[in-house]
Structures are given as C-alpha cells and as structure tokens.
C-alpha cells in the first residue's frame, strides 16, 4: 500500500519561532514558475547553463532505469510524502493522492502552498490504490514515487504514463531518509541546489532546537503505535529516525529487535518499550487495540521505570504530528521540531 496518509493507515514560544522562521525560509528559497492560473509549478525557472544543460537524466532504479529528457514542468505524485517532496521543492503536482481523504490539509502543507499562492493541488481518491487513469489525463512530465509502498506493483502501469522517479532497492521504501528521497526527486527535477537549500533550512531549525535543549543528548527513545491490531514498535532499528537523533537522542539497544516486517510488541512484553523517554500515540481511536486509560492501567506498563519516572508522553494525532513524526519528509520535518520539541522537553524533565 502507499505510504499512510498521516500516517498509520512523518516547546517553548522561541522553539517555536526558531522552526516557524525556518520553515519560511525553506519555503521562500524553493520558488516556482507561475503556471498562468495561480499556482506554481515545476520548481525555479533555471538559471541559463544550468538546470537545462543538466538534462537528460538517467537514474537508476528497482525496476530498470528512468531517463527524463528534460525538465520537468507537470509532476504527478503517487503518495502524500511524494507530494510533500514537491511541495517542499516549490513544485504543486499537477495530480495527487487524497491523503487527507476530504479532511484538513496540514498545517504545514497550507503553510506551504499559502507561500507557492497555491490552492489545494487536484486529487484522485487512492482508497483502492493508485489511479493510474487520472494521473494520465493530467499528462504529467514525471511522476514521484519516492514515497511509496506499492511501487512493485504500481512501477509497470505508471512507467507509460511518465518517466517514473523512485527507489533503488525494494527495500529502500522503508529505509531511506526522506533527505535521500528528496535528493533524488530533486536530480530528476532539475533542483538539486534548491534540495540542499531544503536540507539545509531543516538542519538549522533542528540544530538550533538542539541547541537550546542540551539535556536531550544521549537519551534514549522508544516511539510506538497503537494500531487496531497490535502496538507498533516504530522506532525499530533501520526505520528513518527523523529529528529525533538530529536532536540528540538515540534509539534503544532494543530496536534491533525490529524491522519494518516484525515490528509487534505484545501486552506480555511490554518492556520491550523502556527508554529513557517513551512516546506513545493512538491515531485509531476507539478502533485501536486499546486506549490509553486501558494501556496506562496495565501493570506491566505501570512497572516500567520510564512511566515510573513520568519521561512517558502521547503524541496526538488529531493534528497529524503523530504520522509526520513516524514518516518525516521535507516538508514537515521543520514543523515536527516545532511540535515536537515540547512534547519531548516535557518528557526528559519528567513534567
């Protein structure tokens, strides 16, 4: 399937400002051409010599190669993270999955397309897949497919359509970091030095968090969902560790234990989950395993030191942090620092 959408189907009033500043900094360095109807699209206008001489390009992947001619003017995506990569590179897709199924765009999605003078880009409904009709009736010049966990079977239908840009190895869909992802993108697109750009605003906002939050060095993390069928060790040994690790923690020697396939932790081994800070998150409600009030009434979570100790916190998912934490990408990652600082704050401290 695709990469959830947000996800689980990526502080102080200056933390605050710090990451919100950078955010708009990373917004307004990745520009786009107007496309004549208020929106932008495919990125900066290239310099002369530049992005223009640095076409065709060919890159590899899991399924063959992709060569794209020239530069890409209409981009299509196949996944929210995709979007998000375009988003953050100043490009809005001609065509995008409805990651918000009718609901509310992100906060810092509509920080960025308010920034590109952009509206809610056109979506087609990805309940049953991708639609691989309404992404040819947009004639896109490249599709991203960065982000995706249906790539092996999407790669063959979307490969006629457009240059398709995306991963190579299989298993890269769950390993890669999203600045790998956007580096990639970006050689296709013709905006490498925009992508550092990207990369850069985003260390910058987490340095500066880290920074004001030396107490968060060497702690180690656990991150879990509650998902209707089990509790989800996320932070498993090669999942993307996002901010977290910029910020100065590190996973637990018991990540090891885990992988993107074997990532359940049962109710008798819920000690699995002690860290020197524990984040929880509970995106499915009613319909999740169990609630929270039922989890912290467990014994055997009672027991653990990091609850014992209060460095145990919930991440909310009304908003989308708790997906943007778990699947960071470009676009969001300066937001999580700004979400996310707090929370964690809270937790090494023990409030």
């Known amino acids: 399937m695709n990469r959830p959408a947000r996800p689980f ?8 400002l710090i990451a919100a500043v950078a955010c708009a900094a ?10 004549g109807a208020g929106g932008k699209t495919g990125g900066q206008k290239p310099s002369a010599g530049t992005a223009q001489a640095a076409f065709p390009v060919t890159l590899p992947n899991a399924w063959g190669s992709t060569e794209v001619r020239k530069k890409p003017l209409k981009v299509a995506t196949v ?5 998000d990569i375009a988003l953050a590179l100043g490009i809005v897709p001609v065509i995008t999955p409805d990651a918000e199924d009718g609901g509310p765009v992100p906060e810092y999605k509509q920080r960025a397309l308010a920034k590109l003078g952009a509206a ?7 309940t049953d897949g991708t639609d691989y009709e309404a992404i040819a009736a947009e004639a896109p010049d490249v599709i991203l497919g960065m982000n995706t966990w249906a790539m092996d079977t999407d790669y063959a239908k979307l490969a006629p359509i457009a240059p398709v840009v995306t991963f190579t190895d299989k298993a890269h869909s769950d390993t890669l970091t999203w600045q790998e992802r956007l580096k ?8 490498t030095a925009e992508a550092e750009k990207v990369i850069a605003a985003n260390e910058k906002a987490t340095a500066d968090a880290a920074a004001a939050h030396p107490e968060f060095q060497g702690k180690t993390y656990t991150y879990a969902v509650v998902h209707p069928e089990q509790i989800t060790f996320m932070s498993y040994a090669d999942q993307d560790p996002g901010v977290f690790e910029q910020l100065g923690f590190r996973k637990t020697d018991k990540a090891a234990h885990y992988k993107a396939d074997k990532n359940a932790v049962s109710l008798e081994n819920l000690d699995e989950l002690e860290a020197d800070v524990l984040l929880m998150t509970y995106p499915f409600g009613d319909n999740g395993l169990l609630s929270a009030k039922e989890l912290e009434s467990n014994k055997l979570f009672q027991s653990l030191e990091v609850v014992k100790g209060r460095h145990y916190a ?19 990652a300066p937001w999580i620092v700004e979400k996310l600082t707090p929370i964690l704050a809270g937790a090494v401290a023990g409030t």
Do not use: Q
């Open 79 to 83: 996944s929210d993270g995709d979007t």
């Open 184 to 191: 990639t993108a970006a050689k296709a697109l013709g905006l």
């Open 26 to 35: 990373l917004l307004s360095a990745c520009g786009g051409e107007d496309d």
């Open 314 to 332: 919930v991440i909310p998912s009304e908003n989308t942090l708790s997906s943007a934490v778990a699947y960071p990408d470009a676009l969001s």
């Open 120 to 126: 809610k880009p056109r979506t087609y409904d990805d």
């Open 9 to 16: 189907a990526r502080r102080s009033a200056a933390r605050t």
